[in-house]
């Protein structure tokens, strides 16, 4: 076998790219975070490609049993947290900012409530982590 690197995921979670790599490093297997620095550049990392984590060849099978061997690796959940995090936002806004505004429009005259009223769907806009499910390169077989 030779050194060159492999792949042994591609992740589009930067917390479970680190998490992976900081686990490889950790059982004493050489890994890089390909695409490491383009966190700061997008918040999509669907369209960048993910986070490439490459491994040498000859340290692949351990990789793979490193990962492998993780509880609970096979599951796949989604997370609604940001989801929940963006409603509380929206809910907050129209509370402190949007009701009373409405209000003093109405009262004063000045003008419809309905564009302050739709101010908080821009918030719909914002780039969130897509959660994209994350392709492992396994190999569970020695190769001689």
């Known amino acids: 076998m030779t050194d060159r690197m492999v792949p042994i995921a591609i ?18 297997i050489l890994v890089h975070v390909g695409g490491y620095n ?7 990392q669907v369209a960048l490609g993910g986070y490439r ?9 351990d990789a793979s049993r ?14 609604y947290a940001l989801q929940r995090a963006v409603v509380k936002v929206m809910i907050l806004w129209a509370l402190v900012f ?13 003008g419809s409530p309905l564009p ?16 994209g499910h994350s392709d492992y390169f396994l190999s569970l077989l020695d190769k001689a």
């Open 53 to 61: 984590l490459t491994v040498p060849e000859f340290q692949h099978g």
């Open 66 to 79: 490193v990962i492998a061997s993780t509880p609970g690796f096979s599951e796949n959940c989604f997370s």
């Open 98 to 110: 949007g009701l009373p505004m409405s209000i003093a429009m109405i009262i004063t005259a000045e």
């Open 116 to 131: 302050v009223l739709l101010m908080p769907l821009s918030m719909l806009t914002i780039p969130v982590n897509p959660q």
């Open 38 to 44: 383009h966190n700061s550049v997008s918040v999509c």
């Open 11 to 28: 992740i589009y979670s930067r917390s479970e790219a680190m998490v992976v790599a900081s686990l490889l490093d950790a059982a004493g």
